[in-house]
C-alpha cells in the first residue's frame, strides 16, 4: 500500500484531453509570454473572486510583493505578519525594504490572531498581511475593522485558499489586494509557477501591471524601476482549463475532510481541523495537531503513507529573520502548533478507500499510544 500526501498525475488522466487541447492552441498561436490567454484568465479569475480587476504575474511570492509595492510600502515601514507561515509572506516585506513584525496566531484557525496584531500596531505600521492557512478563511471582519481603525493597508494572502469563502464571498476580495499563488499543488495549480493579483482598485491594479512589466506602462516608457514578472500564456491556457473545474474538486476535498473527522474526531489526544461558523474551509491541507506527531508521521510513513509538517519552525525563530535571538515562549501559539501539526494525505482524486485506510492505521497508532 501507498497512498501518496498528494498526486497530480491523478488529476491529469481525468481531463488530459482539455489540457492537451489547451497547450496546443497556445503552442499554435506562437504567444507565449502575457497576450489574451493570460487577459482571458483575468476576466475568468476577477469574476470568479467577484474583484474589479486582475493581474497574472510570475508566481504567488511575485504577487503578495508587487501588491505591497504597489499599497506603497517601503523603506522604515513594518508590516504585521503571522508568525506560523509559509516564508514567501514575510520575505516580500523584506524585499519592499520594510520590516515583517511577527504576530501570533489563533489555535483554531492557524491564521494571525486580530487582537496579537493590534497590540503590534505601532507608528510606522503601513499594513497587514492576513493569511488564510491551510484554507480556512483568516478573521476578515476583525482584521478589516483594524486595518480601517489604524489607516492600514490589507493584503490578503489567500495562496491557499482559491475558493474558500468567508461570509458567502470568495477569500482575496476583502482587502486592498487579494494574492493567489498557482504553484501546482494548490487548489488551482499550474504546470509550473504563478500566480495573481485581484483588487477592487483600478489604480492599484495599474500599478501592479506596471510593475510586472519593468515599470513599464508603455513599452520602453519605463516610470519606475519594476521587475520582469510576467505569467506565461500556456500557465494561462492550463488554469484556463481547471477553473471550471475547481469547485467541484474543492467540494471533494471538502467531502474528504468530512470523512477524515468523522473517522477521528473521538480519538484521545488528536485535535481535527474545525470550520468556523460562516466559513467555507477548502483544505488546501486536512492539518490535524497532536502531541505525539513525529511519533504517527513515523507510524504513517512506515505504512507507506504520505504526511507533512507545514510548517516545523516558526518564522521568526528562522535564521533569516534573526532566529538567533529568538526567545523560547516569544510566539507560544505558532510554537505549538510548529511541534503538533501533520497535514495528512489531501488532494481532490483521493479515493475513499485511501481515506478510510489513513483512519484505521491513526486509529491503530492512538491504541499503541494509548
Ligand atoms: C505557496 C504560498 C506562497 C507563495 O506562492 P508561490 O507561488 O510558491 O510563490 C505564499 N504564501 C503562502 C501561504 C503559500 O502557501
Known sequence: MSIPAFDLTRQYASFREEIDAAVSRVIESGRFILGEEVEALEEEIAAFCGAERAVAVASGTDA???????VGVGPGDEVLVPAFTFVAT????????????????DPETFSIDPDAASAAVTS?????????????PAEMEELTALSKHHGLALVEDAAQAFGARYGGKVVGSFSDAGCFSFFPTKNLGAFGDGGMVVTDDGDLAERVRQLRVHGA???YHHQMVGYNSRLDALQAAIL??????????????????ATYTA???????????RELEGSQHVYHQYTIRTEGRD??????????????????????????????????????ESERACQEVLSLPMFPELKEDEVAQVIEKIKEWSKESG
Open 295 to 332: 511519533g504517527l508521521r513515523d507510524s504513517l510513513a512506515e505504512a507507506g503513507i504520505g504526511s507533512a509538517v507545514y510548517y516545523p519552525i516558526p518564522l521568526p525563530a528562522q535564521e533569516a529573520f534573526g532566529g538567533e535571538d529568538y526567545r523560547i515562549g516569544g510566539f507560544p
Open 217 to 219: 506602462s508603455k513599452r
Open 124 to 136: 510606522r505600521t503601513k499594513a497587514v498581511i492576513p493569511v488564510h492557512m491551510f484554507g480556512h
Open 90 to 105: 514575510a520575505e516580500v516585506v523584506a524585499y519592499c525594504g520594510a520590516a515583517p513584525v511577527f504576530v501570533d496566531i
Open 240 to 257: 484556463r482549463a481547471k477553473l471550471p473545474h475547481l469547485e467541484a474538486w474543492n467540494a471533494a476535498r471538502r467531502a474528504h475532510a
Open 263 to 273: 473517522g477521528l474526531e473521538k480519538l484521545p489526544a488528536l485535535v481535527c481541523p
Open 64 to 70: 503578495l510583493h508587487l501588491a505591497l509595492r504597489a
